[in-house]
């Protein structure tokens, strides 16, 4: 019997290796508006929150202006952006295990859902989920929790057979708050330090370790 038959897995950072599309739309938007252009750790912080909570946290933009970063960061990033990743070692094939042996897989993302989906299309991963799960464009300032929990809720999903995925404190601490475990993984954003600190209830440092756990 599977530990956890359903699997919610966090995107940039867990699936795939978005920066490079990331960093340039960001640099963009700051380009566009006259914005000194951020540090590689500032532009490190912002793969996995969402872009609201980035904009008003890191750099104290108005509500309105941080709109408007986004609205110019997706300018560039439905484009050319989201063309720029790759798929982490070992996920494809973790997948297909993961499939294999019975496990419902579901995306729980704060990016937007076409990208999400474009991207999965564009990476042959699209087959290995029963449901995607990301962000309306409207809705940027979703909460990680609140993401979580519907996907939860599309898939049947309850939260005693439920493991969370991801990269970021954001994805421990929105699994907490819907009520299950959470994995992170090192080879994304994140760091052990922070895993420890936010209390990961398991730490991986290659996707394939994730069958040992489920």
């Known amino acids: 019997m599977n530990r956890y038959k359903y699997i919610l897995f966090d995107f940039d950072g867990t699936l795939v290796d978005s920066s490079e599309g ?13 914005h000194e252009i951020p540090s590689d750790d500032l532009l490190r912080q912002f793969i996995g929150p969402p872009l609201f909570y980035s904009f008003t946290k890191l750099f104290s933009f108005s509500d309105e202006h941080a709109e408007q970063m986004i609205e110019k960061y997706r300018e560039r990033y439905k484009v050319k952006g989201y063309l720029e990743n790759t798929v982490y070692p ?66 049947g999903a309850n939260k005693d057979n439920t493991l969370m995925v991801g990269d970021r404190l954001f994805d421990i ?3 907490h708050q819907a009520g299950i475990p959470c994995c992170a993984v090192t080879f994304g954003f994140g760091s052990r330090d922070e895993f420890l600190e936010y209390k990961a209830e398991y730490i991986i440092d290659k996707a394939e370790k994730l069958l040992n756990i489920v």
């Open 173 to 175: 601490e929105g699994a």
């Open 90 to 155: 070992g996920i494809p094939e973790t997948l297909k295990a993961l499939k294999e042996s019975g496990h419902i897989l579901a995306t729980a993302s704060s990016k937007p859902l076409k990208f999400v989906t474009d991207i999965c299309k564009q990476r042959d991963l699209i087959d290995s989920f029963d449901y995607l799960g990301g962000t309306t464009f409207a809705g940027s300032n979703d909460s990680k929790a609140s993401v979580i929990l519907n996907a939860m809720s599309s898939i």
């Open 22 to 34: 990331i960093y340039k739309s960001l640099i963009y938007a700051f380009n566009a508006y006259g």
